[in-house]
């Protein structure tokens, strides 16, 4: 079946301009994440979806980012005015359940984000 | 402190050897799951292998398996017969099953260790 699907793989923006990230989860997956991983370091924790909810938005570094989820399924991460330092591969991943520690993540592919 | 500490940023084996990379973990709960997955150039995270709190045996998957000392807080994954292609970035995480507030229920990673086998 379909792992994870995020579009775009690229995406260059000049500095304060806004961007969308999509993200596709396996269907049926209800747990949806964000995670952001810069140049050459581990994954940092964005935001979490169970279903349409995001119950903790805590790991969004800035109120400049938003995410949303629709229908259970689709997630959009959007930056609003964009800066360098949110350049980085945005990562999305899937899971069967949110609270299931034994259920492992399915990652996507990634989009590479470059803000000139 | 750190949740979990990957502690080789660069690892070097020989082709056909086996490896070990370190993998130690904090957390108060009882119940947890730690994993590990691979990260090639191209970027994309795969699931290698997964361990839970309460599983007396080590988990193993194929040429990977995990040396799991619940004592120590550890979870060192073993790559056997190491092959080119298991030249990568390699990341243990862990999920909690205690909902803790700020990112509950997420997975935890370490900062990674870098695999290149040597032909």
């Known amino acids: 079946g379909a792992g994870v699907s995020q579009s775009p793989s690229n995406k260059v923006t000049e500095k304060g301009k806004d961007v969308e990230l999509r993200c596709d989860p396996i269907s049926g997956h209800t747990a949806l994440y964000w995670y952001r991983q810069s140049l050459g370091q581990g994954l940092e924790f964005l935001i979490y979806f169970q279903g349409n909810s995001a119950p903790d938005k805590s790991g969004l570094p800035s109120d400049r980012f938003s995410a949303e989820r629709t229908g259970g399924s689709v997630s959009t991460l959007t930056i609003q005015r964009t800066q360098q330092e949110d350049s980085a591969v945005y990562l999305c991943a899937s899971s069967t359940q949110v609270d299931a520690y034994n259920s492992p993540l399915h990652f996507g592919n990634g989009t590479r984000l470059t803000v000139t | 402190a750190q949740k979990i500490t990957q502690t080789q940023p660069g690892m070097f084996v020989q082709e056909k050897e086996a490896v070990t990379l370190d993998c130690t973990y904090d957390?108060?709960?009882?119940?947890?799951?730690l994993f590990w997955y691979k990260q090639p150039s191209s970027g994309e995270m795969i699931f290698l292998i997964y361990?839970?709190?309460?599983?007396?045996q080590n988990a193993t998957e194929g040429r990977y398996s995990l040396n799991f000392q619940k004592a120590r807080k550890s979870a060192n994954l073993v790559i056997s017969a190491s092959q080119l292609g298991d030249s990568a970035m390699y990341f243990c995480?862990?999920?909690?099953?205690?909902?803790?507030?700020?990112?509950?229920?997420?997975?935890?990673f370490g900062k990674g260790t870098k695999l290149s086998v040597i032909p």
């Open positions: 995480a862990m999920r909690e099953a205690a909902y803790s507030g700020a990112g509950s229920y997420q997975l935890t």
């Open positions: 957390t108060s709960d009882q119940s947890y799951g």
């Open positions: 361990q839970g709190s309460y599983d007396e």
